[in-house]
Every structure is written in structure tokens, then in C-alpha cells.
Nanobody
Framework: QVQLVESGGGLVQAGGSRRLSCAAS????????MGWYRQAPGKQRELVAV???????HYADSVKGRFTISRDNAKNTVYLQMNSLKPEDTAVYYC?????????WGQGTQVTVSS
């Protein structure tokens, strides 16, 4: 079991940057994958980025070249650096850690991009 706590959300102007953090309650060293998802009003939750324990990354086409996911195993934290933000990036961003047959989620952090 693990608790995930996101932080770093807020209001940002289009073209700006924001870094989200996801702090885990225990070591993430053994977690095979960790990811960021987002959910905009009236839309389904979608994958934004995922990072493996070996550092391999995968991004949604909509954020490629703008967002960067990283993990610091020593701090039990996963980050999402978001650059060149667009109004369509507005959403609640969730951290995810699949462990065994369970999916663990944080409470989410709101990111609002104004035009």
C-alpha cells in the first residue's frame, strides 16, 4: 500500500511553466512504473506521462516536447515539468502507481491555464 500526495498545481498563463510533484509515503524504488494522468471537466481521465523504474518514459502525443516526467527514488517523488502550457492543459492532474493488481491514486492537483 502507498499514499500519494500531489502538489504544485495552480493558475498559470498560457505559455508559462509549472512543476508538479507527487510524494509517496514509502520507497518507490521497486515501483515498476509511475505516471501522471489528468481529467478535464466533462472528459475522461487520460494518461499524460509514465516513467519506468529504469527511467524509460512515455508521453501522450498532446504533451510531447512540452512536458517532462522524472523520478527521484531517494526522495520517493515523481515530478512533471510542464512547459509551454496551453488552455487545453487545464485539468486536475493525478499521480498513479500501479502495484501488483492495485492502482493507487493521489487526490489530484488542479492546474488552470488562462489564455
Amino acid at each position: 500500500q502507498v499514499q500519494l500526495v500531489e502538489s504544485g498545481g495552480g493558475l498559470v498563463q498560457a505559455g508559462g511553466s509549472r512543476r508538479l510533484s507527487c510524494a509517496a509515503s514509502r520507497s518507490i524504488f521497486s515501483f515498476r512504473n509511475m505516471g501522471w494522468y489528468r481529467q478535464a471537466p466533462g472528459k475522461q481521465r487520460e494518461l499524460v506521462a509514465v516513467i519506468s523504474s529504469g527511467g524509460n518514459t512515455h508521453y501522450a502525443d498532446s504533451v510531447k516536447g512540452r512536458f517532462t516526467i522524472s523520478r527521484d527514488n531517494a526522495k520517493n517523488t515523481v515530478y512533471l515539468q510542464m512547459n509551454s502550457l496551453k488552455p487545453e492543459d487545464t485539468a486536475v492532474y493525478y499521480c498513479n502507481a500501479p502495484i501488483g493488481t492495485m492502482d493507487y491514486w493521489g487526490q489530484g492537483t488542479q492546474v488552470t491555464v488562462s489564455s
